[in-house]
Nanobody, 123 residues
Framework: QVQLVESGGGLVQAGGSLRLSCKAS????????MGWFRQAPGKEREFVAT????????VYADSVKGRFTISRDNAKNTLYLQMNSLKPEDTAVYYC????????????????WGQGTQVTVSS
C-alpha cells in the first residue's frame, strides 16, 4: 500500500507562486509513476503533470506548460509541484497520485491518491 500526504496549498494572488509537496510512504517507487491532478468545483478531475520516479521523465498538460514544474526528491520520497505565474483558472483542489508500471494522464488509472490540498488564486 502507498500513502500520500499533501501540503502546501493556500491562497495566492494571480501571478504569484506556490509549491505543493506530497510525501509518499509504504512502498518503494522504482517502478512507479507519480502525478498531479486537480479538480475545480463542478468540474471533472483533470491531469496536470506526471513524472517517472526513476528516470524523471515529465509530461505536462498544455494548460500548465511553462508555468508548472513537477519534480521529486527520491531520498525524501517526496513529490513536488512548483506553480508559477498562477492564474485564477488554476484554482482547484490539487491531488497527488501514484500508479504502477507505466505513465498515464488518466486519473482513473491511478490507484493511490493523496487527500488533496486547496489552491485558490485570486484575481
Amino acid at each position: 500500500q502507498v500513502q500520500l500526504v499533501e501540503s502546501g496549498g493556500g491562497l495566492v494572488q494571480a501571478g504569484g507562486s506556490l509549491r505543493l509537496s506530497c510525501k509518499a510512504s509504504g512502498r518503494t517507487f522504482s517502478s512507479y509513476f507519480m502525478g498531479w491532478f486537480r479538480q475545480a468545483p463542478g468540474k471533472e478531475r483533470e491531469f496536470v503533470a506526471t513524472i517517472s520516479w526513476v528516470g524523471g521523465t515529465t509530461v505536462y498538460a498544455d494548460s500548465v506548460k511553462g508555468r508548472f514544474t513537477i519534480s521529486r526528491d527520491n531520498a525524501k520520497n517526496t513529490l513536488y509541484l512548483q506553480m508559477n505565474s498562477l492564474k485564477p483558472e488554476d484554482t482547484a483542489v490539487y491531488y497527488c497520485a501514484a500508479r504502477y508500471g507505466s505513465s498515464s494522464t488518466r486519473s482513473s488509472e491511478y490507484r493511490y491518491w493523496g487527500q488533496g490540498t486547496q489552491v485558490t488564486v485570486s484575481s
